[in-house]
């Protein structure tokens, strides 16, 4: 199943002609352009970071020299693509090198190969829902804390793809060029994110009567071969 | 479509179908696929909003870190974090210089000739430029006493001759002076032949 690159589904709608101007000027070296880039996008830019490094102080660091790279290598932006789309690149490309440099322990990503749909059972992802809506349910500290928990327990490279992909929308195509990998392997790496986060918050979700999903044992089972598997 | 996969439904919710595939997929999830899209949705608001409510965490210091990059950007020279961020270019930095270094080892014959032979010139040049002159300077004696005192002495007369060049150490070299007379009463022309050992040496 193939498909055209589609839009993405958060991206906010941004005047990119504005950006180009604000760039333009920037490059010529008009330091108050380069500010109100900044101001445009340093909230998404800590956001992507902070999803990744998983540290606000580590966050704010990679934000702060993202902008100093991106202002270095201004005259280099030809404005192919938008100025945004160049600085979460940038701002990845810091973090999984944060991330590199002062990992303590390894997590390692589970099946990281192309998505083999004869290996996944039919009850792999866990249908519904924090029993409300979830934008509510984050109010409560104690959920916020268990999401945040599970973030921090994905392994950098799912954590990533997953984050790019709920926080920017990128597809399927431009996370793999992001991450300079195949797109089977980027849906992989989204696949099992996403059911490792539905596992680690499983007892948060009303389930529906009528479709079984995995039970304790067997996620707590998927989640330990995730910390030992030493494939990837 | 008969059988629909949890990969196809995250295509699905992702947008990554074309629409007929998309539609395909659609009919065949039924009411299972559809809450599992929904629990894949689940997913990404809880991603989205724990993100959005961290950014709001670090309002005030995101509205502080534009003074911090403003000052890293006047600043004149890279500051110590940068230079620690910098070691990885640090060290392709050290491995050009050693590259360079292997390529002066590999290529010191040529160099050391082409150095010694600037060398020589020079001191070629400077030699043809000294003039053979022969200075003479006359120094009066003073005359003391009386008219009936001894008879005033002739003028001292102080010949200084060019200096010679006799020998000519050479690091790494032999070096070879030689006089090349003048054709028809014209001046010598002196000639420094430097051999540098490398060369004697085939290497």
Redesign the interface.
Known sequence: ????A??A??RPARDVGDDRKLVALAQQGD?AAF?SL??RY??RA???A??VVRN?DD??DV???A??KA?RHLDKFEGQASFYTWLYRIVMNLAIDHLRKNRRHKVVDFADGN?D?GA?G?E???????GGN??R??MDKEI?DR??VA?DELSANHRAV??M???EGL??EEMAQAMECSKGTI?SR??HA?RN??KR?ADL?DR?A??EAAGPAEDRRDIESEAEDPSS | MSKV???????LA?????AA?ASSVERAAGA?GA??I???R??????????????D???D??GA??G???R??DAPTASVDEAV?AAPAAVESSGMWVRLMQWVDVHRGHLLTGALSAGAVAALAFVLRAEPQVEIRTVEVPVTGSSAGPEPRDPIVLVATPPEVESLEVSGGTGTVFTIEGEDGGSDTAVIWVTPDDVLEGI
Do not use: C, N
């Open positions: 199943m193939t498909k055209p589609q839009q589904i958060t330091r500010r900044f101001e340093s909230r800590y956001s992507l902070f999803g606000p966050a704010l934000v702060q020299d902008f100093i202002h998505l749909e996944l039919e792999s992802l866990i249908p519904r829902i924090v979830p934008g349910a984050l916020r999401v945040a973030l997953l984050v992909r709920e926080l597809s399927y849906m989204l696949f996403r986060m539905q918050l979700y529906p009528g479709l | 996969t949890d990969p196809d439904l995250m295509m992702d947008g990554e179908l074309d595939e299972a809450a599992k929904a629990g894949l689940q997913v990404g608001e809880l991603v989205r909003g724990h993100l959005e409510l961290a950014a965490d670090a309002e210091r995101l870190l534009w911090l990059v403003e890293r950007l961020r």
